[in-house]
């Protein structure tokens, strides 16, 4: 029997549902989603099967202009993600259609896929009538030859078993990456510390979400099966602590609370979870968060 295995990576605008989809294909919630922009900031790995293929796929940050050096390391993570893969999935956003975000991505896509496959994937679908859907796969093949195209909905699940099917006869002939049971290779200490930065970035308002970052600094196994987990939220300035803390400390309590249920059920096990807010007002500009977060401190350089 001959297996396929290979890298996928998906990638796009922030917020075009790269993170949903990954987390579809995989089956279980690996990689953060928020309705805000620029939620993932580092390249997340999800494991799938599709008959004799493993599919790794690749989640990445969105890509955007950049302006600071986290934004810039963001980026860069996003296109060496497709630069390593086997198999390149750009998601646009079909109510949103061809932006002048989308148009900036296909005009770096040639360079960076060297002749790589790139199927297009018009996600959200659910959003907008079939009739325009249309119009938007001519205009959008017209500027790029992608080697297929898929409407999906990576929220109500439509079209993407077509695709899993199509990217899993794309992959190369080899064994599989990963042991067949494994779905994710980020360790609990960094998934644990997204889901509290996802929790945070759903409460908090306008910038805060993108000036802080989560660090799970110690996790301690407990004789009665359960763990008990420790992370430092750091921010930059006074005032957002303040903010994140809450009156009477009640928005962290209510952050700590929701992340500490999900990691619950994610692990199946009983975690007691401690959230510490420390300002450090250049954390944005410290090799150590970066490569916390699983960023490369120097690809932020202007
Ligand atoms: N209606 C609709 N919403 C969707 C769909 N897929 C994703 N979303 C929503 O779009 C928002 C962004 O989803 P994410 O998966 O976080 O997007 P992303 O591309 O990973 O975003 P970044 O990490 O910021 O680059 C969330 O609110 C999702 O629930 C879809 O098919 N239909
Ligand atoms: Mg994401």
């Known amino acids: 029997m001959s297996t396929r295995a290979g890298f996928i990576a998906l990638i796009g605008e922030p917020n075009a549902g790269k993170s949903t989809l990954l987390n579809r294909m995989v089956g279980a919630k690996v990689s953060i989603v928020t309705h805000k922009v620029q939620t993932t900031r580092a390249r997340i790995r999800g494991v799938a099967l599709e008959g004799d293929s493993q599919l790794v796929f690749v989640d990445t940050p969105g890509l955007?202009?950049?302006r600071r050096r986290?934004?810039?390391?963001?980026?860069?993570?996003?296109?060496?993600?497709?630069?390593d893969a086997d198999v390149v999935v750009l998601l646009v956003e079909a109510h949103r259609g061809i932006t002048e975000g989308v148009q900036s991505i296909i005009e770096g896509l040639g360079d960076v896929t060297k002749g790589r496959k790139v199927a297009l994937a018009i996600n959200k679908i659910d959003r907008v009538k079939a009739e325009d859907l249309l119009a938007l796969t001519g205009k959008l093949n017209?500027?790029?030859?992608?080697?297929?195209?898929?409407?999906?909905?990576a929220e109500k699940?439509?079209?993407?078993?077509?695709?899993?099917?199509?990217?899993?006869?794309?992959l190369p002939e080899g064994p599989w990456l990963y042991p067949e049971d494994q779905i994710a290779d980020l360790p609990l200490r960094m998934i644990a510390a997204e889901m509290t930065r996802e929790k945070l970035t759903l409460r908090l308002h306008q910038e805060l979400p993108?000036?802080?970052?989560?660090?799970?600094?110690?996790?301690?196994?407990?004789?009665?099966?359960?763990?008990?987990?420790?992370?430092?939220?750091?921010?930059?300035?006074?005032?957002?602590?303040?903010i994140i803390l809450g009156h009477k400390g009640e928005t962290m309590k209510a952050v700590s609370k929701a992340a500490r249920e999900e990691l619950q059920e994610f692990l199946g096990r009983r975690i007691h979870l401690f959230c510490q807010v420390k300002v450090r007002p250049n954390w944005l500009n410290e090799a150590e968060r970066y490569s916390e977060m699983g960023l490369n401190f120097k690809d932020g350089n202007a």
């Not at 439509?158 to 899993?168: E, F, S």
């Open 64 to 66: 955007f202009r950049p």
């Open 70 to 83: 986290l934004d810039r390391a963001m980026v860069a993570a996003a296109w060496g993600g497709a630069a």
């Open 142 to 153: 017209e500027q790029f030859d992608f080697a297929e195209t898929f409407m999906i909905s």
């Open 157 to 170: 699940g439509h079209g993407v078993d077509d695709l899993r099917k199509w990217l899993a006869e794309q």
């Open 210 to 242: 993108y000036q802080l970052t989560v660090e799970t600094e110690s996790w301690e196994e407990r004789k009665d099966g359960s763990a008990r987990i420790d992370q430092v939220i750091y921010v930059a300035r006074d005032g957002h602590k303040g």
